[in-house]
Structures are given as C-alpha cells and as structure tokens.
C-alpha cells in the first residue's frame, strides 16, 4: 500500500500526490465519491460517463422541460419572446 503526506489548505481543498495522481490515472475534473469513516476519509474515483450516457442524460433533462412546460402552458413562441425580453429587443 502507498502511503502519501497531503496537507489541506484553508479553504478545505486538498492536493492527491503526483504519483498517487498517476496510479490513478486522474486527471483535472477526475471525480471521486468521499465516505467519512471513524477517523478519516476514503476517496473512490468514480467512473467518467460515457459520451452516449451523457446525451441520453441531456435528452431525458430536455423531455422532462419539455413537459413541465407543456404543463405550463408555456410555448416556443412564449420563450422566444421571454428571450428577446431579455436581451432588450
């Protein structure tokens, strides 16, 4: 097992060691889930998304907009409109 000296900066920000970095394969935007144990912290780095899952989370975001509107009775027209509003036109 590696073992590392991190030391935390006043804002609660920590550095991962270069070669615990490397091991890892985390790079900048690297996410890790963090669970607080009796006496410390366990970092797990948590899997990138793939580039379908991410559309298909986008799409899924668009369709529930989509409806919350249709529910709203707002329209595209209604959004254009708000936009031009809000651009000063």
């Keep these: 097992m590696d073992v ?8 609660g ?6 070669r615990m970095r490397k091991r890892l394969n985390a790079g900048e935007g690297t996410l890790f889930a963090v669970v607080g144990i009796a006496d410390g912290l366990v970092f797990k780095k948590l899997p990138a998304p793939s ?6 989370s986008i799409k ?4 529930e907009a989509e ?3 249709k529910a709203e009775g ?16």
């Design 60 to 63: 899924n975001m668009a369709k």
């Design 4 to 11: 590392e000296i991190a030391k935390m900066s006043s804002k």
């Design 74 to 89: 707002i329209g595209e027209r209604d959004i254009i409109r708000a936009a031009a509003r809000a651009r000063g036109r």
């Design 67 to 69: 409806s919350i509107l």
């Design 51 to 56: 580039k379908e899952e991410l559309l298909g």
């Design 13 to 18: 920000q920590m550095v991962v060691p270069l």
